[in-house]
């Protein structure tokens, strides 16, 4: 255990909170927050400022920019995709958080193209990156990353359909490789799909995380609902 006392925090206000997500717990080990899509995780060479990990930092500054408050990054998500992301306020929590990642149990939700003939099952490769920084599938377990990912179709459309998604490995991309390799690319994927007019946003979003403290080692589930616009776009009523 790395501390005595485990602290819940308050949900801000709404004037407080950190634009672009929202704050599903927090203390003084982690954060997790439901992050909107079109928002970067992290900072890149082109955008430093308007990312999860900028903003969170602000927050826990509490507007004293003296102050040595931070949170360090755990995990990513692509910049389109939404959902659950997990930052620590330490150095030791963040070793911990991805020391034991892989441990962890994470759920999505993806809307793609066509109907599966297999409405369940798993898709599995090794995964490699070329210099443009595209990921695919390899058979040589030499020159590639094992990656698994399962599924679960739970409604069809006459187009599209909306799968339950876990995944086992946390690669880079995995879900939107093997479901594009699978012929059923994620809907508003440029990169691995195809532009698709009238859709507004990549369909995929991280809906539950499992995890252990590292306080308490307590079991923590956070969940979040299917994005409203994925259910519409399959008439998902459930």
């Known amino acids: 255990m790395l501390q005595k006392e485990r602290i819940i925090f308050k949900k801000p206000s709404k004037k407080h909170a950190p634009k672009g997500m929202v704050i599903l717990y927090e203390d003084q080990d982690i954060i997790v927050?439901?992050?909107?899509?079109?928002?970067?995780?992290?900072?890149?060479?082109?955008?430093?400022?308007?990312?999860a990990h900028f903003i969170l930092n602000d927050y826990v500054k509490k507007g004293n920019v003296r102050s040595k408050n931070r949170v360090f990054i755990v995990h990513r998500l692509d910049r389109d995709t939404s959902g659950i992301l997990v930052f620590a306020k330490s150095e030791k929590v963040k070793r911990y958080l991805q020391d034991e990642w892989a441990t962890f149990s994470k759920t999505y939700f993806a809307v793609v193209h066509g109907q599966l003939d297999d409405k369940e099952g798993e898709m599995i490769s090794y995964l490699a990156e070329n210099k443009v920084y595209i990921v695919y599938s390899v058979k040589d377990s030499a020159k590639g990353k094992l990656a698994k990912t399962g599924y679960k179709v739970l409604k069809e459309s006459g187009k599209y359909s909306l799968l339950e998604i876990q995944l086992f490995t946390g690669r880079k991309n995995q879900i939107r490789v093997h479901l594009a390799e699978k012929e059923h690319p994620v809907l508003g994927d440029k990169v691995y799909g195809r532009i698709d007019k009238?859709?507004?946003?990549?369909?995929?979003?991280?809906?539950?995380?499992?995890?252990?403290?590292?306080?308490?080692n307590e079991e923590m589930t956070f969940n979040t609902e299917i994005p409203q616009y994925f259910k519409m776009l399959v008439n998902y009523k459930a």
Request: aromatic share 2%.
């Open 33 to 51: 927050v439901n992050k909107e899509s079109g928002l970067l995780a992290v900072s890149t060479d082109k955008e430093k400022d308007k990312t």
């Open 198 to 216: 009238g859709i507004k946003r990549l369909m995929l979003h991280a809906a539950s995380l499992t995890l252990f403290h590292p306080l308490t």
